[in-house]
DNA sequence: AACACCGCGTTTTTT
DNA sequence: ACGCGGTGTT
C-alpha cells in the first residue's frame, strides 16, 4: 500500500503523529483534532509503512464502542481485517489474559464477573454476616472504598489503618469480601485489572512473552487512565516496545472516578525517549464558538497548555437564553428546534447536553408535547435488567455452581417456598464453614437440619439446577439458553405479575434467548461459549435500546455522554450556580476545574451553533430554587455571546457584568419577609462578617449561603443563624 | 408471599 | 417530586 494513502489528507502535525519513528509518543489532541483518526492512520501506517506484524499491535480504549469504531475504521482504511492484532477495552483485554492464564491467576477456569449490583448485593450479604450496621457503614461507602482501593493497585492486606476504626471495619469488609469472590469464583470489575496486573508481575516469563509480543502499544483517551491502567500499562511496555498514547488533558472529566491527569504529566518521565506532538488544528467548531472555549479553559491552571485554532468562519455568535425557569428554558428550546427543523436541520444533527440526568424529565415532556422524536442516552442497559440478571443467574449456576452472586439472586426466583429463615441458615453455614451456598444446601439437606418443607424445597432447586444442566448440555448456545429459561420458571413468574411492564419483561426475556444466536465467539478463545457470553454480558452491557435508533431524533444526554460526539446544533442546559458547577463540585475544594473541564468539552461538540441556556428559578427536588446563572457563562468573552428570547431575536449584546454584579431575578419568594435579600451584608455570631449570595427554601426551612470574610461559603437556616443585617 | 407504607437520597459512568 | 429499598402487616 502507497504511504500517500494513508497521509495524504492528513495536516503537517497529524501526519507527524501517524510517521513518527518508532518512538515513545504521547499526542496531545484537542476537541476535535482528529484523534481517532490519527490512531487509526497510526495503525494502518505501522502495518503498511514499518512492515509490523498486526500480531504485535495492541490497541486499548475505554468503551466497547470505542473499540469497535476503531476496529472497523482500520479495517475500512486497510480495506481488510488485521488478524491477530489486539483491540479492546482495558477490561476486556485484561480479562483475556486472565481467561488465557486462569491457572497462574489463580482462578477457576469458569471464574464469572460480576457487575457493580451483583457487587453491591454481595457485599450487603457479607456485612450482615458480620453484623456491621449499614446506617454507620453506608454499603454504597464500602463499595466505593473497596473499588477504590484496587484501582490503586492495593488489595486488604497492603493497606495501613493507622489505628483508625473507620478503616479498620472497611478491611475486615474487604478481606471477607475478597475471601467471599475467591470462594464464588466471582471478579469485579476493579479485580479484573489488579487481577491481570498481578498475574503479569508475578509471572516473570509470561509477562516477557507478552512484552515481546506487543511491540507497538497505543491508547485511547489516555488522560482517563486510573492508576492501575497506568501501571498495567507500564509493566506490558518491555524494553524493546514502544507505547504510543493520544489524549487531551482539557478534557479529563473522570477524576471523580479515579482517572489520574497525572498520568499523562508522568508519561515522559515514565517512558524514555518520549516525543510530543500536539494536535492543534480543530477541524469541528466555528471560530466563534472554539474561541469561546479557548477563553474558559484558560481559566485553569496546570494545563500543559495547547492552543487551539481553526480555518473555519467565524459563524454565530453563541446564544444565551435567560429562563423563569425550567418550563419556560424547556419551551424555548422546543421552539428553537422545530424552527430549526423547518429550516432543513435534521433532528438528529441536535443535541441536548446537561449536568444531571434528572434535567432530561421536563426536556422530554414538553418534547413529547410538541411532537418532537427524541432519543434519551444512557438509560439502564439491556444485560442491567432485572430479569435479565434473573435468566443469566440460571445459566451462570450451570457454569459454576458456587456462583453465590446467581444463587442468591434465583434462591427464590421464581419463588419456591424457600424463606428467609432457611436462607438465614444456609448463609449462616456458608460463612462458617467457608462455603458456597450451593455447597451450604447440600451439606444443610444432607444433614436433616431443616424442617421437611424448607429440605424439600431446597434439594428441589438443587435438582433442577442440575438437570437443567444434564438436559441442556449437549445443545448450542442458543438451545440450551431456551431450554434453561423456559423451564427456569421465569416466564410464568413474570407473566404472574399484573403491572404493565410484564409484556415488556417477557419480551427482554426473549430477546435475551435472542441474543445468544447472534453471539459468536472467537474461536481463538478456549471457553465454552457459554462462558464466553456470560462474559460478554458482563463486559459489553448492551447498546442501549436499538429501537429508535433508525429514526430521526434530537439528541438528549449528560455532558459526560456527549464525550467524543460532534453535533451542528448544540444546546447545553441548566447554566446555573449549584447545578453546574455543580454543588457538590461547589463544596469541594478542587473540583470546579474539571466542571469547567466538563463545559469546555459540552462547548466543544458544537460544529455549527451554540445554545447556553438557563433557569432564574427550578423545580428540583419538590422545592423550588433560585439560582445565578452559572459563573462559567461569565468566564466568557462577552462578545461572542448574544442574549437571546423566543423567537430568537436578539435583545441585547450581553454584558459580562450582568452576570457579576446584578440583584437576583426579582425578588426571591424565599426570602421574602424576613428582612434578609440575596446580596445583603450580613453579620454573624462566631463567622463575622459576611454576604448572603444565594437562598433557597421556603418558611422556616428557608436557608441563605453566606460568603464569610474569613470563614468562606456556608449554607445556614435563616431561622437558626441569627443573622444581623448590615448596611 | 404479596402488599402497603415509610424514609432516604437525589452529579457525572464504564467496565 | 419521585423512586427505590427495607420493613411491617395481612
Redesign the pocket.
Known amino acids: 500500500m502507497d504511504a500517500e494513502l494513508i497521509l495524504h489528507d492528513l495536516n503537517a502535525a497529524q501526519r507527524a503523529a501517524v510517521n513518527a519513528p518508532l518512538t515513545n509518543l504521547l499526542i496531545l489532541a484537542g476537541a476535535g483534532s482528529g484523534k481517532t483518526r490519527v490512531l487509526v492512520h497510526r495503525i494502518a501506517w505501522l502495518i503498511t509503512q514499518a512492515q509490523v506484524a498486526p500480531l504485535s499491535i495492541l490497541a486499548v ?7 469497535k469504531e476503531m476496529r472497523e475504521r482500520i479495517a475500512d482504511l486497510l480495506t481488510t481485517p488485521a488478524h491477530g492484532m489486539w483491540v479492546g ?4 483485554l485484561a ?1 483475556r489474559l486472565l481467561r488465557a492464564h486462569w491457572q497462574a491467576a489463580q482462578l477457576p477456569e469458569t471464574f464469572q ?1 460480576i ?3 451483583d457487587q453491591y ?1 454481595l457485599l ?1 450479604r457479607i456485612m450482615r454476616g458480620l453484623e456491621i450496621d ?2 454507620k457503614w ?3 461507602r464500602v463499595q466505593w472504598f473497596i ?1 477504590g482501593k484496587k484501582d490503586e493497585g492495593l488489595r486488604a492486606a497492603h493497606i495501613e489503618s493507622f489505628g483508625r476504626l473507620d478503616i479498620q471495619v472497611m478491611l475486615r469488609i474487604y478481606e471477607a469480601y475478597e475471601q467471599a469472590c475467591a470462594l464464588a469464583g466471582l471478579v ?3 479485580e ?2 489488579l487481577r491481570c496486573h498481578e498475574l503479569l508481575r508475578d509471572n516473570t516469563e509470561l509477562l516477557q512473552y507478552y512484552q515481546r509480543r506487543f511491540q507497538h502499544i497505543l491508547v485511547d483517551e489516555f488522560q482517563d487512565t486510573n492508576t492501575i491502567q497506568y501501571a498495567w500499562l507500564r509493566l506490558l511496555t518491555g524494553q524493546d516496545s514502544k507505547i504510543w498514547v493520544v489524549g487531551d488533558d482539557d478534557q479529563s ?2 477524576g ?2 479515579g482517572a489520574k491527569i497525572e498520568n499523562i504529566q508522568r508519561f515522559s518521565q515514565d517512558f524514555a525517549d518520549t516525543q510530543v506532538i500536539r494536535l492543534e488544528q480543530n477541524y469541528r467548531s466555528t471560530a466563534t464558538i472554539l474561541s469561546a472555549a479557548n477563553a474558559l479553559i484558560a481559566q485553569n491552571a496546570e494545563r500543559l497548555g495547547k492552543d487551539l485554532w481553526t480555518d473555519s468562519a467565524q459563524g454565530e455568535l453563541i446564544s444565551v437564553y435567560a429562563a423563569f425557569n425550567e418550563i419556560d428554558e424547556a419551551r424555548f428550546i422546543v421552539d428553537t428546534i422545530k424552527t430549526q427543523h423547518r429550516q432543513g436541520m435534521p433532528r438528529n444533527h441536535i443535541a441536548l447536553l ?6 432530561s ?1 421536563i426536556l422530554e415532556e414538553t418534547l413529547l408535547q410538541a411532537g418532537v422524536p427524541y432519543r434519551v ?2 438509560g439502564q ?1 439491556f444485560f ?1 435488567r432485572a430479569e435479565i440478571k434473573d435468566g443469566l443467574a440460571y445459566l451462570r449456576l450451570l457454569v459454576n455452581r458456587h456462583d453465590d452472586a446467581a444463587f442468591e439472586r434465583v434462591i ?1 426466583t ?7 429463615r432457611t436462607l438465614l441458615e444456609l448463609r449462616e453455614h456458608a460463612r462458617t464453614q467457608q462455603v458456597s451456598l450451593w455447597q451450604a444446601s447440600i451439606d444443610l439437606t444432607g444433614a436433616k437440619q431443616f424442617a421437611a418443607r424448607a429440605s424439600n424445597a431446597v434439594v428441589a432447586f438443587l435438582q433442577l439446577i442440575d438437570s437443567l444442566d444434564n438436559d441442556s448440555k449437549n445443545l448450542t448456545l442458543h438451545q440450551q439458553t431456551q431450554y434453561v429459561l423456559r423451564h427456569s420458571g421465569l416466564f410464568e ?1 413474570v407473566l ?3 403491572s404493565q411492564t410484564a409484556q415488556n419483561r417477557l419480551e427482554n426475556l426473549e430477546e435475551l434467548i435472542n441474543a445468544t444466536q447472534h453471539f459468536h465467539h472467537l474461536s481463538e478463545e478456549r471457553s465454552s461459549p457459554l462462558v464466553a457470553f456470560l462474559a460478554h454480558t ?4 448492551g447498546e442501549g435500546d436499538a429501537s429508535s435508533e433508525d429514526e430521526e431524533c434530537v439528541q438528549l ?5 456527549a464525550k467524543g460526539l460532534e453535533f451542528p446544533l448544540v444546546f447545553i442546559c441548566g447554566m446555573e450556580e449549584g ?1 453546574f ?5 461547589l ?2 475544594m478542587g ?1 470546579l476545574e ?2 469547567r473541564r ?1 463545559l469546555y468539552v459540552g462547548m466543544t461538540r458544537a460544529m455549527q451553533k451554540l445554545y447556553l441556556c438557563y433557569a432564574e428559578c427550578r ?5 423550588e430554587i433560585y439560582n445565578r446563572a452559572s459563573r462559567f457563562i461569565a468566564e466568557l468573552p462577552k462578545d461572542l455571546l448574544q442574549e437571546v428570547r423566543l423567537k430568537n431575536q436578539v435583545v441585547r449584546p450581553l454584558q459580562t457584568t450582568h452576570y457579576h454584579h446584578r440583584a437576583p431575578p426579582a425578588m426571591p419568594a424565599v426570602l421574602q419577609g424576613t428582612g434578609f435579600k440575596v446580596g445583603q451584608r450580613v453579620n454573624h455570631r462566631s463567622f463575622g462578617e459576611g454576604v448572603i449570595v444565594d437562598a433557597e427554601g421556603q418558611g422556616e426551612h428557608t436557608r441563605v449561603q453566606v460568603r464569610f470574610k474569613q470563614h468562606g461559603s456556608k449554607w445556614l437556616v435563616l431561622q437558626l443563624a441569627k443573622l444581623e443585617a448590615l448596611v
Open positions: 480504549t475505554f468503551t466497547n464502542k470505542a473499540a477495552t482495558f477490561h476486556g480479562h464477573i457487575d457493580s449490583d448485593r450487603r449499614e446506617e453506608p454499603i454504597k473499588n469485579d470489575f476493579a479484573i485489572l472529566i473522570y471523580w472516578r446537561y449536568r444531571s440526568n434528572a434535567q424529565r442516552y444512557g442497559r442491567e427464590n421464581p419463588t419456591r417456598g424457600i424463606g428467609e413468574h404472574k405479575e399484573k458482563a463486559l459489553e452491557s444526554m449528560t455532558l459526560h455522554t447545578l458547577p455543580s454543588k457538590m463540585a463544596e469541594e473540583r474539571e466542571e466538563l423545580r428540583l427536588h419538590g422545592s
